[in-house]
């Protein structure tokens, strides 16, 4: 049965290097492949409320060109063909985009090159909102009248070590290998993907309308969580360019983002 609620849905898309010279963010609506240096005025999309809608930012790394090459390869993967909301789908899809992105990878004299890129998604269909990550891009829900909540959970040492208790919240802001990640897709994570000791993360959750966040570590990164809830308490294509301006006047790296709500 569908649950959704509204006619149509709305998103905001934003991308800018931030003040580097390069984009290595790469963006994926339904089927539309975006990579730009500059969009700062949010680019608004409008979709029917029965249609299923797949949302994806992809983060590369592994230097200029290489990493804009990881992320478009991911998100040009993913719109090849359509994705069903089941884990083990997406799981595939995704060990499937490892395996030519390891074949793919470049070299760098003699040597394989060292790229990769994250991932995270959130598709919308007729039974909820199915979410997906690896790496650090995320995704974040405000439902109409509540609080901002982190969906996602990152692959970073960061987060391994506030997940076992050997690193506190409030020592985060200082702490020197913050940026370094853990998990993700490329010839970087090769040896992790073909360990399974890392997999990627899938869920399926209520569509609980409100808005959502899809957004690289440029986003989060560069905003504290009290200040994300707050621009995000009523979504608007002004919200959305009010908060790319915040971004733009804080971040340190490229950043992207889309939101989505219902209209």
Avoid at 39 to 51: G, K, N, S, Y
Avoid at 54 to 77: I, K, N, P, T, Y
Avoid at 156 to 169: A, I, N, R, Y
Avoid at 179 to 202: H, Q, T
Wanted: proline residues 4%.
């Amino acid at each position: 049965m569908n649950t959704r609620k509204g006619d149509s849905c709305r998103l905001a898309c934003v991308m800018h290097t931030g003040p580097r010279e390069e984009q290595e963010d790469c963006l994926l609506v339904a089927s539309d492949v975006m990579q730009v240096a500059e969009m700062r005025v949010p680019l608004m999309v409008q979709v029917a409320a029965e249609a299923d809608l797949l949302v994806v930012v992809s983060d590369g790394m592994g230097g200029h060109a290489r990493g804009q090459w990881a992320s478009r390869f991911v998100c040009e993967q993913l719109a090849e063909q359509p994705l069903t909301p089941t884990p083990e789908v997406i799981e595939a899809r995704l060990r499937e985009i490892q395996l030519r992105m390891e074949e793919q990878a470049g070299w760098n004299g003699r040597r394989r090159a060292v790229e990769g890129a994250t991932v995270v998604g959130l598709l919308r269909h007729a039974e909820g909102v199915t979410i997906f990550n690896a790496g650090d891009s995320r995704i974040y829900h405000r439902p109409e009248g509540g609080a901002l909540t982190q969906l996602t959970h990152d692959h970073t040492l960061v987060q391994s070590l506030l997940d076992h208790g050997k690193l506190t919240p409030e020592e985060v802001a200082d702490y020197p290998y913050r940026n370094v990640l853990e998990f993700g897709l490329g010839s970087a994570f090769a040896s992790l993907w073909k360990g399974g000791r890392y997999s990627c993360r899938v869920r399926t959750l209520p569509d609980a309308g409100g808005v959502w966040l899809v957004c690289s570590d440029g986003v989060h990164g560069a905003l504290a969580h009290a200040e994300l809830e707050a621009l995000l308490a009523s979504p608007s294509p002004e919200s959305a360019a009010h908060l790319a301006q915040r971004v733009w006047e804080e971040s340190t790296d490229n950043f992207s983002f889309v939101l989505l709500w219902e209209a």
